[in-house]
T-cell receptor, first 114, second 116 residues
């Protein structure tokens, strides 16, 4: 069975600081990878996704993530965070065989101080 | 276009009762998935329906069931409620381009169930 680990449960940054959230997955086959974000009081929404091709993917609001197959990682990055980035971030994976069944990590709460 | 709509948004039940939650997907989306979100277990997959057929099921007891109608609307039911069923239940829909999975789930705001 596949699993996803997000090692940072709560990250606190000041505005303009750089962000990197870790995500590691365990699955031996082909995977599709996602980052979802949940802003306070809002529904989960897709930040970015990786299916194939360029391992560096860009998402909305200046976020990007790099898929490193050898490390089973899909870390999320942003060079300069804003107060409005305060949210909970979830990494998720699905195998090609069950494309609509996502396995989520436990989430990372990001707090950006103004 | 309208997003995923879930009803009711909040409900309180007592142990032993049953509950039915409803989800209307984005127009044109034929796949509907359900997830349970709790502080302790996070987001866990319940099941997924496509064209009225359950295609995937997560590791939940048989008390959790669902169905999908011909208009793609979906319901999930939990019977004999337990305290541990208190959670936010999220519905997500996804579409396809032809037969290709687009890779994105669109989530509703959820139905928050409290079991007393």
């Amino acid at each position: 069975a596949q699993s996803v680990s997000q090692h940072n449960h709560h990250v606190i940054l000041s505005e303009a600081a750089s962000l990197e959230l870790g995500c590691n997955y365990s699955y031996g086959g082909t995977v599709n990878l996602f980052w979802y974000v949940q802003y306070p009081g809002q529904h989960l929404q897709l930040l970015l996704k990786y299916f194939s091709g360029d391992p560096l993917v860009k998402g909305i609001k200046g976020f990007e993530a790099e898929f490193i197959k050898s490390k089973f990682s899909f870390n999320l990055r942003k060079p300069s965070v804003q107060w409005s980035d305060t949210a909970e971030y979830f990494c998720a994976v699905t195998s090609s065989g069950s494309a609509r069944q996502l396995t989520f990590g436990s989430g990372t709460q990001l707090t950006v101080l103004p | 276009k309208a997003g995923v709509t879930q009803t009711p948004r909040y409900l309180i039940k007592t142990r032993g009762q049953q509950v039915t939650l409803s989800c209307s997907p984005i127009s044109g989306h034929r796949s509907v998935s359900w997830y349970q979100q709790t502080p302790g277990q996070g987001l866990q997959f319940l099941f997924e329906y496509f064209s009225e057929t359950q295609r995937n099921k997560g590791n939940f007891p048989g008390r959790f069931s669902g169905r999908q109608f011909s208009n793609s609307r979906s319901e999930m039911n939990v019977s004999t409620l337990e305290l541990g069923d208190s959670a936010l239940y999220l519905c997500a829909s996804s579409g396809t381009s032809g037969n290709l999975y687009t890779g994105e789930l669109f989530f509703g705001e959820g139905s928050r169930l409290t079991v007393l």
